[in-house]
């Protein structure tokens, strides 16, 4: 085969090798495009970046600054993977320029240093500003319609309901234990005060549907903390698992309860009933118990009426426990 034949098979080879990386460019791009539809990922689901969906106000926020927070930074990350690329592509060595030649030199660019210094200044206001607001609603401090006290302690927690007593004179509470998951009973559509505290090290209070958490110190007061904290409403009924988010000892995975948001009817009727005597027991209305008598009295309650929590089950605190952990209802199936 001469030189000519073999030159213009390869000239021609060029036209096929572009043809096929544009193909395969086309095909990436087809594929980034249609992940969220072949998924099951919704649109929603893809546009809050991995968030779950928030039920207050304050967590509306937080997502909002959460996603144009990620937004701004994939901008940030395109055009700076573009002038990469760019700079990969159209800068190359030339293969007809000498060995030891040296690139033409923009050093001492007086304009392009003021851009590369101008618009991340303004990019990291921007987020500041945005950053204490949202942060400066999160914790504000007002009147709320009501106030429910949270006690952390290893490994369980404690929700009470000052103002509200009991036949004997106490405080309704809700007592957590390593056989029960402490449901926190809360209305809709009200605001509510929140006071943490800790029995002994430090947790975390935690709700993702809240879209944050709150450290929980022992002794706020004499550590700088600010124990006090305030949701504007929830916006929804549910059930709603919360954890501590703080390693706090052996027990801490198990360390979960959960949030039960009524409407304001059946929780009015609930906290009702946890100032009564169950007549079947002889003593106050538990907080199940409760659920199960607003359930009877409103059969349309349905699983928000449970006794037990759905959202999550006690862990078996045996060390010497070595079988898989299930939910009762697979553990009993």
Known sequence: MGRAQ????????????????????????????????????????????GFPEGVTPQAEQIRHLWIGSVVAALVV?????????????????????????????TQYNLPLELVFTVIPTIIVAVLFGFTVLVQNYADKDEATDMTVDIAAKQWNWD????????????????????????????????????????????HSFYVPEFLFKRDVFPLPDKNDQDPTWVIDRIDREGAFVGRCAELCGAYHAMMNFEVRALSPVRFDRW??????????????????????????EDPTCGELCAPLATTTYPFPTDRTY???????????S
């Open 322 to 332: 070595r079988s898989a952990q299930l939910p009762p209802s697979a553990a009993g």
């Open 77 to 105: 990350g395109v055009v700076t993977w573009g002038a990469m690329f760019w700079a990969v592509i159209f800068h190359r060595k030339k293969k007809e320029e000498a060995a030891d030649a040296i690139p033409r030199q």
């Open 6 to 49: 073999r030159d213009g098979r390869r000239g021609t080879a060029h036209p096929r090798g572009g043809l096929g990386a544009r193909r395969a460019l086309k095909i990436a791009a087809l594929a980034v495009l249609s992940m969220p539809f072949l998924t099951a990922c919704g649109i929603e689901d893809v546009l809050r970046f």
């Open 159 to 202: 929700f009470s309901y000052p103002g509200h007593t009991t036949p004997d004179g106490k405080d309704v509470v809700t007592i957590g234990t390593s056989d029960t998951i402490p449901i926190l009973v809360l209305p809709t559509e009200r605001s509510i005060t929140f006071n943490q505290y800790s029995n002994d090290v430090i």
């Open 271 to 296: 906290l009702e009933l946890r100032t009564q005597v169950n007549p079947a027991t002889g003593a106050p209305y538990t907080a199940g118990e409760a659920l199960a008598a607003v359930g009877r």
